[in-house]
């Protein structure tokens, strides 16, 4: 009997514990949920603020008061002069994109660029900071879609890859009038990949049968659980063929200088071997580009902030809460492996 209880005892208090743990979890993802409300959609930073802001703590913290003031009395005249010219400063607007297989992010793609074009001159600039390994086809021919329409009003582009644009990435950067990578950045991969897992002979062992109707002679090829023929694998190989030959035709059109028959092999090169070959305009970070526009012109980071739903929050809030479970215990397994004591 006693045994009875402890091991319900303990199954009580496993269960409250969960249930406390799942309302603390809504409520956390309900309060997230109403701040996305709140402040959701575009979102317009100043960089300029942010680097001046940066640069202050740093004089502060190293320079003599008396430069300090000196410093305050030069930028106060330099402002007003600034105010009283009333002269217009060039802008560049600063977008980011980090990519994934299906390119989710040409969704804010989509909003950002339409945001700027509504303001933007062919004396502004657009600077996309990017970052894609590729996926998707017709997802990231959709977001180079999305820059082609800057370039298409006359508005000058920039993309700066400090960690790779490749295959799809590259589908992406060949549309700008200067594409700039850092030393050790992947560029290239311009190819076409299919990867299709077949388990029709296992299943055939186990006696299942697969049964694929359909209208259409190349409605469907390759399958996963049927039997491919030699057709159907030719067929995939052409359609992958002609998006390849889409592809070269756009570098072919956006960048000319390139010898498309050399870049064109699937190969990838570091940015150092991505100048050489043409496919990068310069060398240098996007740090570095930033910087270097920032006393001439004012820049805006334009960020579009999307409404996620309660059940993407709860999804999100989980999903870190185990993250940082496992990451504790790693850590703790690893002092308790390596520690003095």
């Known amino acids: 009997m006693k045994e009875f209880l402890f091991e319900y005892g303990l199954f009580l208090a496993k269960t409250v514990t969960f249930v406390v743990a799942v309302v603390f979890i809504i409520g956390v993802a309900a309060a997230a949920s109403k701040k996305a409300r709140e402040s959701g ?17 740093l004089r502060d913290a190293v320079l003599p008061k008396k430069a300090l003031k000196a410093f305050a009395k030069t930028r106060k005249a330099e402002l007003k002069a600034k105010e009283k010219s009333g002269e217009q400063r060039p802008r560049v607007f600063v977008i980011d994109f980090h990519g994934d297989i299906k390119a989710t992010g040409v969704a804010s793609l989509r909003k950002e660029v339409s945001a700027v074009l509504a303001l933007a001159t062919a004396e502004d600039e657009v600077l996309l900071r990017l970052e894609n390994y590729g996926g998707m086809v017709h997802e990231h021919g959709l977001a180079a879609a999305q820059l082609v329409r800057i370039r298409d009003q006359g508005i000058p582009l920039t993309v700066t890859v400090d960690r790779a644009a490749a295959s799809g990435g590259y589908l992406m950067a060949c549309v700008a009038n200067r594409i700039v990578a850092a030393p050790f950045a992947v560029v290239g991969s311009i190819g076409v990949l299919a990867q299709i897992p077949n388990f029709h002979r296992m299943l055939d062992q186990h006696g299942v ?64 071997r991505a100048l050489d070959l043409g496919l990068v305009d310069d060398l240098a970070t996007s740090d570095d580009v930033l910087l270097d526009r920032l006393q001439a012109a004012d820049l805006y980071q334009v960020h579009w902030k999307g409404r996620k739903k309660l059940a993407e929050k709860v999804a999100a809030v989980v999903e870190g809460s185990a993250a940082a479970g496992l990451r504790s215990a790693a850590r703790a397994y690893q002092e308790s492996r390596f520690g003095s004591g």
Do not use: C
Not at 41 to 57: A, E, F, H, K, P
Not at 234 to 246: I, P, W
């Open 41 to 57: 959609g575009l979102v317009v930073t100043s960089l300029n603020d942010r680097y001046r802001s940066m640069i202050d703590t």
């Open 209 to 272: 049968t697969v049964e694929q109707l359909k209208a259409g002679r190349f409605k469907r090829t390759v399958t996963m659980f049927g039997e491919n023929s030699d057709a159907d694998r030719d067929k995939l190989r052409e359609e992958l063929e002609d998006v390849h030959r889409l592809f070269g035709q756009l570098i072919v059109e956006y960048r000319p200088q390139v010898d498309l028959d050399t870049v064109a092999t699937g190969e990838h090169w570091y940015g150092r």
